[in-house]
C-alpha cells in the first residue's frame, strides 16, 4: 500500500510543480508587460514569426476542413431533405469549435516547437545567463514579446480560418454538391450569432496564452544539452495540444453559461 501511495504521489507532485511553474511564469510576464518597455523590434519579429508565417498552414486547415465538413454534413442532412441547413452548421461548427481548436493546434506544432527549441537552445549554451551578466531580464527579453505575439496573432489566425473555412463550404456547396445557393446562405447569416464568434475569438485568445506559456518554460526548464532540447521541444508540443483540448471543453461549458441560447 505504501508503495502505490509512492508511486502515485510522485507524478501528482510532479505535476503539481509544474502547474506551480507555469503559473509563476504567467504572473512574472504579465507583471514585466505592464512595468517594463515593450521592445518593439522583438515584439514585431515574433508577430512575423507567429502569425504572418503561419498564415499558410492556417489557410490549408481552415479550407479543407470547411470543405471536408460541408460534404459530410450534406451527405447525411441530404438523407432528411435538410440540404440547406448544411450552411448553419458548418458556420456555427467552424466558429465555436473546428476553427480554434484546429489552428491551436497547428499553431502549437509549428511555433510551440521553435519556441522551445529556441529558447531551450539558449539555456543550454548558457546565453540566458549571458544575458542576466548584462542586466537584461530573460522573461522580459524572451517570453514577453513572444506572449503579446502569441494573443495578437491566435484570434487573427482562427477568423482567417473561419472565413476560409466557411469560404470552402460555399463553394464545394454551391459547385460539387449542388446546394441553393440562396438558402445556403440566407440560413447561415440567420443562425449564425454573433456569440458564436465572440466564442471562437475568445478561444484563441485562451490557447493562444496556453501554447506561449508551456512552450516557453520548457525551453527555459531545458536541461542535459541536445537531448534536452529535443526533449523539450517534443514534451512541449504534446502538453500544449493536450492543453488545448482539455482546456477546449471547459471553455465551451463556460461560454455556453455565459452566453444563453438566446443570446444574441
Known sequence: ??????????????????????VLLATDTFRCIFTHKLRWKLFLNQVVEVGLLSQLV????????????TAQTFFQFNKLGM???????????????LAPVLTALMVAGRVGAAMSA?????????????????????????????????MVSMPLLVAECIAVGVAA????????????????????????????IIMGLSK?????????FISCQKGLTTREGAVGVGRATTEAVVNASLAVLICNFFLTMLFNIIYPAGYQ
Not at 3 to 22: D, M, V
Not at 177 to 196: F, P
Not at 206 to 211: K, S, T, V
Open 204 to 212: 484563441a485568445f485562451c490557447f493562444g496564452i496556453l501554447i506561449v
Open 58 to 69: 492556417v489557410v490549408i486547415t481552415g479550407g479543407f476542413t470547411g470543405a471536408v465538413f
Open 118 to 150: 529556441e529558447i531551450g537552445t539558449m539555456k543550454v549554451t548558457e546565453q540566458i545567463d549571458a544575458l542576466r551578466a548584462l542586466a537584461v531580464y530573460p522573461v522580459d527579453y524572451l517570453v514577453v514579446p513572444r506572449a503579446l505575439a502569441m
Open 1 to 22: 500500500m505504501v508503495r502505490f501511495f509512492n508511486a502515485l504521489g510522485s507524478p501528482l507532485l510532479s505535476f503539481c510543480q509544474y502547474l506551480g511553474e507555469l
Open 169 to 196: 463550404g460555399y463553394l464545394v456547396a454551391i459547385f460539387l454538391l449542388d446546394i441553393n445557393g440562396t438558402y445556403y446562405m440566407a440560413n447561415m447569416v440567420r443562425w449564425t450569432r454573433s456569440r458564436d
Open 83 to 97: 440540404g440547406s441547413a448544411v450552411g448553419a452548421v458548418v458556420s456555427v461548427s467552424l466558429c465555436r469549435e
